[in-house]
């Protein structure tokens, strides 16, 4: 049984048809204004569309991740990237391991996490991190999250080539029974 089925969902000048089934990675690829955001967003309910979507699982069983990030993913002043250089300025900040919450987390979703993310890393402060360290923690934070349908929205950006053909690899191997979509 399907997941989530979609039937004839006008994007742009076409229009999709789409079944996610359980245990199959899903790449939708294509050039920059061409839906695949948008499609992101249909298919977690962000965008309403009643006729064309069959959702067999709630909303809260979708774990969605918009990786087009506006900087504000931490909420830390703009200026003080450039100050914390300058002026040797010490902030304390929330360590990687508090904000993926990895105590709470079901044991064998954190084995997973761990697959991606360095085990250096987990003690190292968020402020601390680089973009391409920032990205694979909020992957790691969305496949945390116990869902049956993870949707990562341009996960790659930000990412070195090894690090992307590692979450590709990891993301074929990832726990049975769930859908993993990803757009770039």
């Excluded at 002043?77 to 105590?103: H, M, N, P, T």
């Excluded at 360095?118 to 869902?147: D, H, Q, Y």
């Excluded at 790659?156 to 993301?171: M, P």
Aim: with cysteine.
């Amino acid at each position: 049984m399907s997941l989530i089925s979609l039937n004839t969902l006008p994007i742009g000048d076409s229009t999709l048809t789409l079944d996610l089934q359980p245990r199959h990675l899903y790449e939708i690829t294509g050039p920059n204004g061409s839906g695949k955001s948008y499609l992101a967003r249909v298919l977690c309910g962000k965008v309403f569309n009643k006729n064309n979507i069959t959702r067999n699982l709630s909303l809260t069983e979708i774990s969605y991740t918009d990786f087009t990030a506006d900087g504000s993913v931490f909420q830390y002043s703009s200026s003080y990237y450039q100050e914390r250089y300058q002026s040797g300025a010490r902030v304390e900040s929330i360590k990687v391991i508090d904000f993926l919450k990895l105590q709470q987390a079901d044991p064998g979703r954190v084995d997973f996490a761990q697959l991606i993310l360095p085990p250096r890393l987990l003690e190292r402060e968020l402020i601390e991190l680089s973009s391409g360290e920032t990205r694979k923690v909020l992957i790691a934070k969305t496949l945390l999250k116990s869902a049956q349908v993870y949707i990562l929205d341009n996960p790659f950006t930000g990412l070195d080539a090894q690090s992307a053909r590692e979450l590709s690899d990891f993301c074929g191997i990832f726990t049975p029974g769930v859908a993993v979509v990803w757009w770039y």
